[in-house]
């Protein structure tokens, strides 16, 4: 089972995941079936609901750099 399989699984089907993140069933569909790649911003809505790391949903990007830049404590305070 990948990655998008399996948050489907958590969630309990395409249309209860695609509810928790706000896409359609549609979109969610498109990606299980690789027609379409998890954009950054709707894996971490997936990792968030359920667990699935980000990693495993879009390996192509470099997940350790958006983390450093997403966690940095410092976002939002620079001018």
């Known amino acids: 089972m990948n990655a998008i399989d399996r948050a489907i699984h958590i ?3 395409k ?3 695609a509810r928790a993140i706000g ?3 549609q979109m969610v569909s498109q990606w299980a079936s690789n027609r379409k790649p998890i954009p950054i911003p709707r894996c971490v809505q997936i990792e968030k609901a359920t667990g699935v790391p980000c990693e495993e949903l879009n390996p192509s990007e470099d997940w350790a750099t958006i983390r450093s830049v997403l966690c940095d404590p410092e976002r939002g305070k620079r001018p």
């Open 15 to 17: 249309s209860r995941l």
């Open 11 to 13: 969630a309990g089907s």
């Open 23 to 25: 896409v359609t069933p």
